[in-house]
């Protein structure tokens, strides 16, 4: 491919096919929100290359809204793969991906992947920006990131929905470390109800989504309240809540291991959960 791009340089798809192939690779080799060969040097190289060429067609034509948003993705796409203690570089890129959607968004408002490309960069970012140390413009950005998944929900889009309630319960377990009860609750409420199974639209989800959604429910209850147990405001009721909350979600988890579709994501979320359970004071 990088031969017939060589030999026929005015050839717009064949540049973005060569860039989705770099992406593809990228992905497979190291890129650890998907499954991959723990190659994260190769995947930064892959993504560079891709980089490269999506910047050369944005370019080369900034009127083209699917250039900038290829752009957009394909920043935050290596900012994923970065070390993990190049705060600045992943800041800088994302905040670089967010500002490239912005303006898609103004263009074409009714973009609804490119929307949803801003929730899960914001969620990305705000990850960024806490283990930074940034944590009041890591919660502003949360917060930004939920204000956009508002407009598209309710909704059965499964990834959206996941980053979502990803994002609030995150928000809780920040607030909840500050002590500050009532916000920390309303956001893993939300989380449970988002992820309740007895609502019309989760019976419209795929069920196997919906049987590990559920779940993320009782952990976002669960982690909050623990959160707010080690907090200044922590008290016996906080301790006993994050326990009801962590164990159910550890049974129901023990009870999905069985199926093939249990992942190293479930697998990652069962540790988190059983550390949380540990050290509750």
């Given amino acids: ?33 998907l499954s991959n060969l723990g190659d994260r040097p190769g995947a930064v190289e892959a993504y560079r290359k891709m980089i490269d ?35 600045d570089e992943r800041i800088r890129t994302l905040r670089q991906s967010i500002q490239l959607q912005r303006e898609v968004e103004s263009v074409t408002p009714d973009n609804l992947l490119n929307r949803a490309d801003l929730v899960f960069n914001h969620n990305f970012l705000g990850d960024a920006l806490d283990a930074s140390g940034q944590v009041d413009l890591a919660r502003k950005t949360y917060e ?3 204000k956009i998944a508002e407009t598209m929900l309710p ?12 994002i609030h319960r995150k928000l809780g377990i920040l607030q909840g470390k500050r002590g500050e009860r009532d916000l920390a609750l309303r956001h893993a409420r939300t989380v449970l109800e988002l ?69 190293n994501t479930n697998r990652n979320e069962v540790v988190v959960l059983q550390k949380a359970l540990e050290e509750l004071p």
């Fill in 1 to 33: 491919r990088e031969r017939q791009v060589v030999l026929n340089p005015n050839s717009g798809s064949l540049k973005r096919n060569l860039m989705f192939e770099y992406s593809h690779k990228g992905d497979v080799l190291g890129n650890p929100n």
């Fill in 53 to 87: 060429i999506a910047r050369q067609m944005h370019e080369a034509d900034p009127k083209d809204q699917r250039a900038r948003s290829d752009y957009a993705i394909a920043l935050s796409r290596v900012s994923a793969v970065l070390p993990d203690n190049a705060y």
């Fill in 144 to 146: 930004q990131g939920i």
């Fill in 155 to 166: 909704g059965t889009q499964s990834t959206l929905l996941a980053t979502t309630a990803l």
């Fill in 195 to 263: 992820s309740n199974p007895a609502t019309e639209l989760a019976r419209k989800r795929p069920v196997d989504f919906q049987r590990f959604f559920t779940v993320r429910g009782f952990s976002a209850m669960g982690l909050t309240h623990a959160a707010l147990a080690r907090s200044h405001s922590g008290n016996a009721q906080d301790v006993k809540e994050a326990r009801r909350w962590l164990s159910q979600s550890l049974a129901r988890y023990r009870e999905l291991s069985k199926l093939p579709t249990f992942s």
